[in-house]
């Protein structure tokens, strides 16, 4: 690095103080924690960004400002690799580093130490590049300003603000950028409807599709995915849309609203009731990357019940239909044996994993993180990843993908184009353009669900009764260091604190299907239970011991 390069550096970060006391960590998604603290960790990973995009031939990088699910004074950072895939763990322990070294000096040393290190070429090659994004926190604007002047202090570095989006949005537009296609947000949307009227135009016009298209009442969470799904209506056909908690009508961005709340406390969000009764319902995240979908029963009376189709449904609900498409091709005489395969998490409902199983899917886990579930995705021809909190998406081998595509010409070329080979290649291939091959993402995901249920004519109880969940619980347990909590691998047992997991193992002894764990939350300062048992009253007071276990070996705060 050179006198100027130093410099520049210098002068930016004397901006950008780290508040005293500051201790950050990457954790499952970036960095989070109260915005009004965050600006010097967003210039610093602005400059990380600026490096990433140099190390990797000046390809585009993509930075959202988001703090998805937590509360609305908080706010974050989510970086996007090249392929639009979460930032390379690799680079997780220098963003650490930077992000909270204590004084300028500190930062331009750790820096000049890492670009040495991985002989990052600052103005010697085309300029860096970082697309930069935000969801609707109002702190948003001043700290995209902040990453901004990050990526501007590196030398011939260049920082476009793209504006509002989902989180999905800016994967999705960095991963088209860097494959040379069309990358704005009209393209996104062009792209989900027309790959959405693909689908819909395969829909098999015998059969059992006597399907009504009914209303779809999405909870927008009061945030970014509310506004996005109102911009694509307009242009879907085949789909009737009613938008909740937009957050245009005063309400608070993730209070009471939104996919977290959902499937955490099992409640229905704000703005729904009995009035909704029967309906079909989706719930998005504050930044969109999360879908769940829901309904009132229609036994509910005054005391509101609701049934939740989590990620582990939507999971189920795209096997499904994908292992259909797959065997008319691996049925038919030049067929391809094609590896399709999901990915869960220690939060998958026993119940679903079941379920995958007895559909003959390969069924692997990862660890909490769509940075780890996506890795292992990777792995298959065709790799199906979804966390129970309803991340996930369908991810395709290039490989396969060609294969695919190859296929669909030569059966036009042979004059098969209408058979139901032809068919299910092409659902295929219009599934790959639907879904998000960076991330998952809650616009694509609705539609995908939608069009699957009118394909085979199912309502939202139809679908419900692929499995019956075991009840479950989830708690949050606050103390003062949850970092002290260190887990196996895919994070079924705690190896610390020393004796806690044979506390737990004692416990969960004394419940019938009984299964229980925890972990320190990588996006909010708790430690998480999870319990899931044979009863709903068995599964909470699981989960209530656990917490209580918790409690004792860490001390509350
Ligand atoms: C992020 C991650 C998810 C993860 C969630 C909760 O979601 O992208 O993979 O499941 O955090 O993580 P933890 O349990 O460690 O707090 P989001 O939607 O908040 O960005």
Redesign the pocket.
């Known amino acids: 690095m050179d006198e100027i390069q130093i410099a520049s550096l210098l002068k930016s970060s004397e901006l950008f103080p780290i508040p005293q006391g500051l201790k950050l960590s990457y954790g ?2 970036g960095f989070r924690g109260d915005a009004k603290l965050l600006e010097s960790t967003v210039y610093r990973v602005g400059i990380l960004s600026a490096l990433r995009s140099l190390k990797l031939g000046s390809s585009t990088i993509g930075l959202m400002i988001t703090a ?2 937590n509360k609305v004074s908080d706010n974050g950072i989510k970086v996007s690799d090249p392929s639009g895939g979460m930032l390379s763990q690799e680079w997780e322990p220098f963003a650490d580093q930077i992000a909270n070294a204590a004084s300028p000096q500190e930062l331009v040393s750790l820096i000049r130490e890492f670009v040495e290190k991985e002989e990052i070429k600052i103005g010697e090659y085309k300029a860096a590049e970082v697309w930069l994004g935000r969801d609707s926190r109002p702190s948003g604007e001043s700290l995209l300003r902040a990453a901004e002047i990050g990526v501007d202090s590196v030398l011939g570095s260049v920082s476009v603000d793209i504006g509002v989006l989902t989180t999905p949005q800016l994967h999705w537009m960095v991963r088209a950028k860097n494959k040379g296609l069309k990358a704005t947000e009209n393209n996104y949307f062009e792209n989900l409807s027309t790959s959405f009227r693909c689908l819909v135009d395969l829909i098999p016009i015998n059969g059992n599709n006597k399907f009504e298209i009914s209303k779809l009442l999405v909870d927008g969470a009061n945030g970014v995915g509310g506004q996005k799904i109102e911009m694509l209506r307009g242009s879907l056909s085949n789909l009737d849309l009613e938008i909740r908690n937009t957050g245009r009508d005063g309400g608070v961005l993730n209070e009471g609203v939104g996919a977290d709340f959902v499937q955490k406390e099992k409640v229905l969000p704000l703005g729904f009731g009995l009035k909704d009764v029967g309906m079909r319902c989706a719930s998005l ?1 504050g ?1 969109a ?2 879908l769940v979908y829901f309904y009132v029963p229609s036994d509910s009376t005054s005391d509101v019940k609701v049934e939740l189709l989590d990620g582990d449904k939507i999971l189920s609900l795209f096997a499904l239909f994908m292992k259909e498409q797959l065997n008319v091709l691996d049925d038919g005489k030049e067929g391809k044996q094609s590896r399709l395969g999901v990915v869960q998490t220690a939060y998958a409902n026993g119940a679903s994993t079941d379920y995958l199983k007895q559909l003959g899917l390969d069924v692997v886990f990862a660890k ?3 940075k780890h579930l996506h890795e292992k995705a990777a792995e298959f021809d065709i790799g199906i990843y979804f ?1 129970a ?1 309803g ?1 996930g998406t369908i991810l395709f081998s290039e490989s396969f993908l060609s294969w695919l595509v190859t296929k669909q010409k030569d059966l036009t070329t042979k004059g098969q184009g209408g058979s139901e080979e032809q068919k299910a290649v092409s659902r295929l291939v219009a599934v790959s353009n639907l879904i998000n091959q960076a991330v998952g993402d809650a616009l694509s995901g609705v539609l995908l669900v939608e069009v699957i249920l009118q394909h085979i004519g199912w309502s939202i109880q139809k679908w419900n009764e692929l499995y019956k969940d075991l009840p479950s619980r989830q708690i949050k347990v606050e103390v003062p260091d949850r970092t002290a909590v260190v887990t196996t691998s895919q994070e079924t047992e705690a190896l610390r604190p020393l004796g806690i997991q044979d506390a737990i193992n004692s416990e969960i002894k004394n419940y019938s299907r009984g299964r229980a764990f925890i972990r320190p ?4 300062d708790v430690v ?1 239970v999870y319990a899931e048992a044979s009863t709903q009253e068995a599964a909470d007071s699981l989960a209530n011991s656990v917490a209580e276990l918790v409690k004792s070996f860490l001390g509350s705060s």
């Not at 939350?521 to 909010?524: I, N, P």
């Open positions: 499952t998604a998805s699910h995240d930044d990357d999360r909490t993180g769509v966390e909190n991340h939350s990588g996006t909010e998480r």
